[in-house]
């Protein structure tokens, strides 16, 4: 009797989640659609699957933003930057903004996102080597002229404006980001970072090899840190390493958001991000939307002030005067998340199914920050054009 009351409750129980899930997929489908014109620039796209902005077309997918014509967004060609062709064969094209494009762009864009300029190097391209976020020769990347021009007519005509971590990195020329620092009001420390949950080499092949060879170097000791710890770079090669066992109270770096910011965009008070950051400095003297914090001790303040370092910079810079900027100080749009997720209505509900607890794990960061603050940044474009 009961092994046959079980076999008409899970039929039952199968049919129900399918039911809720074509329900989530037709309420998707029948939103109305919502124009908004973007223009998104990528200079970072070593693979095919275009992890550095899949996570903004995700959001724009998902809130059912279209082209003028009506169509979709398609991550792996709505954009300018990079495009991989053939990997395997090494080949790729480019898109880049020219003289003529400043104008059309930033009169039919709404919305300008740089995600990523920091560029493809020959290292990772044609020899699949682990140069992540070092500078060699590249075969294409770096904030150029016309992208410094189409940034100052979005501004000038009262635009939407993202712009992400690495914008003023040294692979673009000092001319360039002295002029966009004008522009844009905030100047690049000189400094990246990252959580790495484990410091040990032998135990965690994520960690890039030349981030040991440059404190190797620096030190003239061996590298030999176990724990977790978070790695500061310095443009001119200098490494600081704040190791979890000697050096913080909590290892992974917080984003610490201002009350106002966060209740207009549902954004946690906090919460942990393990992925790059750089440090910056707004010359605007206003006080940062969002920061990021290093929960240092007092061993660890000593080292950071030996450095001139603080452990409290801006994560989000927000300037809105008859522009909207935004400058996200890590790498926020850079996340392994699934499109196929973004067809289905009120999925955020049951977002805890997509992540895990772990530190490392920043799935966790695009369901409960990125979506939130995308979503609102571009609602109120949305209603500023309408």
């Given at each position: 009797?009961?092994?046959?009351?079980?076999?008409?409750?899970?039929?039952?129980?199968?049919?129900?989640?399918?039911?809720?899930?074509?329900?989530?997929?037709?309420?998707?489908?029948?939103?109305?659609?919502?124009e908004?014109?973007?223009?998104?620039?990528?200079?970072?796209?070593?693979?095919?699957?275009?992890?550095?902005?899949?996570?903004?077309?995700?959001?724009?997918?998902?809130?059912?933003?279209?082209?003028?014509?009506?169509?979709?967004?398609?991550?792996?060609?709505?954009?300018?930057?990079f495009?991989?062709?053939?990997?395997?064969?090494?080949?790729?094209?480019?898109?880049?903004?020219s003289?003529?494009?400043?104008?059309?762009?930033?009169?039919?864009?709404?919305?300008?996102?740089?995600?990523?300029?920091y560029?493809?190097?020959?290292?990772?391209?044609?020899?699949?080597?682990?140069?992540?976020?070092?500078?060699?020769?590249?075969?294409?990347?770096?904030?150029?002229?016309?992208?410094?021009?189409?940034?100052?007519?979005?501004?000038?005509?009262?635009?939407?404006?993202?712009?992400?971590?690495?914008?003023?990195?040294?692979?673009?020329?000092?001319?360039?980001?002295?002029?966009t620092?004008?522009?844009?009001?905030?100047?690049?420390?000189?400094?990246?970072?990252?959580?790495?949950?484990?410091?040990?080499?032998?135990?965690?092949?994520?960690?890039?090899?030349?981030?040991?060879?440059?404190?190797?170097?620096?030190k003239?000791?061996?590298?030999?840190?176990?724990h977790?710890?978070?790695?500061?770079?310095?443009?001119?090669?200098?490494?600081?390493?704040?190791?979890?066992?000697?050096?913080?109270?909590?290892?992974?770096?917080?984003?610490?958001t201002?009350?106002?910011?966060?209740?207009?965009?549902?954004?946690?008070l906090?919460?942990?991000?393990?992925?790059?950051?750089?440090?910056?400095?707004?010359n605007?003297?206003?006080e940062?939307?969002?920061?990021?914090?290093?929960?240092?001790?007092?061993?660890?303040?000593?080292?950071?002030?030996?450095?001139?370092?603080?452990?409290?910079?801006?994560?989000?810079?927000?300037?809105?005067?008859?522009?909207?900027?935004?400058?996200?100080?890590?790498?926020?749009c850079?996340?392994?998340?699934?499109?196929?997720?973004?067809?289905?209505?009120?999925?955020?509900?049951?977002?805890?199914?997509?992540?895990?607890?772990?530190?490392?794990?920043?799935?966790?960061?695009?369901?409960?920050?990125?979506?939130?603050?995308?979503?609102?940044?571009?609602?109120?474009?949305?209603?500023?054009?309408?």
């Open positions: 009797m009961k092994n046959k009351k079980i076999a008409r409750i899970i039929p039952g129980f199968f049919i129900g989640v399918f039911l809720v899930i074509l329900g989530s997929f037709l309420i998707w489908f029948f939103k109305p659609k919502k908004l014109e973007v223009f998104l620039l990528n200079k970072t796209v070593p693979t095919e699957e275009r992890i550095e902005h899949k996570s903004f077309y995700w959001v724009l997918n998902n809130n059912r933003y279209v082209k003028s014509n009506h169509e979709r967004y398609k991550f792996k060609k709505d954009y300018y930057g495009f991989p062709i053939n990997p395997g064969d090494k080949q790729f094209d480019f898109k880049s903004v003289n003529d494009d400043v104008e059309q762009i930033s009169d039919n864009a709404d919305i300008a996102y740089y995600a990523d300029t560029g493809v190097y020959y290292s990772e391209w044609y020899q699949n080597s682990n140069s992540e976020m070092r500078g060699e020769e590249k075969v294409y990347g770096g904030l150029n002229r016309n992208d410094y021009l189409l940034l100052k007519a979005f501004m000038e005509k009262g635009k939407t404006i993202i712009t992400e971590f690495v914008l003023l990195n040294k692979t673009t020329s000092p001319l360039i980001r002295s002029n620092e004008d522009l844009l009001q905030f100047t690049w420390e000189g400094w990246i970072g990252r959580y790495f949950h484990s410091l040990d080499v032998e135990q965690n092949p994520g960690l890039p090899g030349w981030i040991v060879d440059l404190y190797e170097e620096q003239g000791a061996k590298w030999n840190f176990k977790s710890g978070i790695v500061l770079i310095h443009r001119y090669g200098t490494v600081i390493v704040l190791d979890s066992s000697e050096h913080l109270t909590r290892d992974v770096p917080i984003i610490q201002k009350r106002r910011f966060a209740e207009k965009y549902q954004l946690p906090t919460l942990e991000y393990p992925y790059w950051f750089d440090i910056v400095k707004d605007k003297q206003e940062a939307v969002a920061n990021f914090e290093l929960s240092t001790n007092s061993k660890g303040d000593s080292l950071l002030t030996s450095y001139n370092v603080s452990s409290s910079f801006p994560a989000i810079i927000n300037h809105s005067d008859n522009y909207n900027l935004y400058y996200f100080a890590g790498d926020f850079q996340n392994p998340i699934d499109m196929g997720t973004s067809y289905f209505s009120g999925i955020q509900l049951i977002d805890f199914l997509f992540y895990s607890e772990t530190k490392a794990d920043r799935t966790r960061f695009f369901w409960k920050y990125y979506i939130p603050l995308m979503k609102g940044i571009l609602e109120d474009t949305h209603t500023q054009i309408n």
